[in-house]
Structures are given as structure tokens and as C-alpha cells.
């Protein structure tokens, strides 16, 4: 009789100190991070891309989108309207990087209110700017609004 107690003790046990995360519907882990990459997405933790990702809550009492990302990634510096990507890159041609809100190539996101935006992704290397070509060579901001069906 002890014998059979202990066993169903340790099997409590080991059923105890099983995993204790949670799953979304479709097998994803909600704590875990994604990295927007233009085409997909993917796990930060499997990313070795320099990539800085902004989840931006409702009612974060911003203004506009410039003065949300001012000093919140590293390498990104905005001046007004103006957005840097580290640093000046030429000195002929824009230093703007490409913006893309919704899947959509843009120039001005100074109608956007931070209160529509889901998240902003920030692509600064090589790398992950490929796919935009010479267009992306100095970096791309990706926004995702509230309201996109992605």
C-alpha cells in the first residue's frame, strides 16, 4: 500500500513541474516576441537581425508618431519630422528611411496618431532591407495600424 502512495505522489509531482505556458489556438507561445520582416514574420529569438520592434499601447498620450519613437530604439534618431536610421548615410541623396504603414510605401506619417498604430517595427541592417532593394538603404519602419486586417 505505501509503495503504491509513493508512486502516485511522485507522479503528482512530476505532473506538477510539467510546463505551465500557455498557447494561442494556433500553437504560438503569446509571450513570445515576432519580429515584422516585410514578408513575415518571425520569432525574435530565432532573428539574428538588427530589428527593434514597438508594441504601442492605446492611450499612450502621444501626439504623433515622431515623438513616440524619439529615444525609444537604439539607433534611431528623430529630429521633428525628420527620422535618421544610424546616422547620415550619404550626402547627395535622402537619408530618410522607406516607411511603410499597412503594407503601403509612404512618405509622411504625420497624420498618423500613435492611438491607431498597433505596433512599429524598425529594420536597420543589411540584411532585412534587402527585399526593398536600394530603396531601403537606410532602413525601414514598418507600421501596423489597429484597423489592418493583418
Same mark, same amino acid.
Given at each position: @500500500?505505501?509503495?503504491?502512495?509513493?508512486?502516485?505522489?511522485?507522479? @503528482? @509531482?512530476?505532473?506538477?513541474?510539467?510546463?505551465?505556458?500557455?498557447? &494561442?489556438?494556433?500553437?504560438?507561445?503569446?509571450?513570445?516576441?515576432?519580429? #515584422?520582416?516585410?514578408?513575415?514574420?518571425?520569432?525574435?529569438?530565432?532573428?539574428? *537581425?538588427? &530589428?527593434?520592434?514597438?508594441?504601442? $499601447?492605446?492611450?499612450?498620450?502621444?501626439? #504623433?508618431?515622431?515623438?513616440?519613437?524619439?529615444?525609444?530604439? *537604439?539607433?534611431?534618431?528623430?529630429?521633428?519630422? %525628420?527620422?535618421?536610421?544610424?546616422?547620415?548615410? %550619404?550626402? #547627395?541623396?535622402? #537619408?530618410? $528611411?522607406? /516607411?511603410?504603414?499597412?503594407? @503601403?510605401? &509612404? %512618405? =509622411?506619417?504625420?497624420? /498618423?496618431? $500613435?492611438?491607431?498604430?498597433?505596433?512599429? =517595427?524598425?529594420?536597420? =541592417?543589411?540584411? &532585412?532591407?534587402? /527585399?526593398?532593394?536600394?530603396?531601403?538603404?537606410?532602413?525601414? /519602419?514598418?507600421?501596423?495600424?489597429?484597423?489592418?486586417?493583418?
Amino acid at each position: @500500500m505505501k509503495k503504491i502512495a509513493l508512486f502516485l505522489l511522485a507522479v @503528482m @509531482m512530476v505532473s506538477a513541474c510539467g510546463s505551465s505556458k500557455l498557447y &494561442t489556438p494556433d500553437g504560438r507561445d503569446p509571450g513570445e516576441e515576432e519580429v #515584422n520582416l516585410g514578408y513575415q514574420k518571425i520569432k525574435k529569438k530565432d532573428s539574428t *537581425a538588427s &530589428t527593434a520592434s514597438l508594441k504601442v $499601447p492605446r492611450g499612450s498620450g502621444y501626439s #504623433n508618431i515622431y515623438e513616440y519613437l524619439q529615444g525609444r530604439v *537604439a539607433g534611431v534618431e528623430v529630429v521633428g519630422t %525628420s527620422i535618421r536610421i544610424r546616422g547620415e548615410r %550619404s550626402i #547627395n541623396s535622402s #537619408n530618410e $528611411p522607406l /516607411i511603410i504603414v499597412d503594407g @503601403m510605401e &509612404t %512618405s =509622411d506619417i504625420s497624420s /498618423i496618431s $500613435p492611438e491607431e498604430v498597433q505596433s512599429i =517595427d524598425v529594420l536597420k =541592417d543589411a540584411s &532585412t532591407t534587402a /527585399i526593398y532593394g536600394s530603396r531601403g538603404a537606410n532602413g525601414v /519602419i514598418l507600421i501596423t495600424t489597429r484597423s489592418s486586417n493583418k
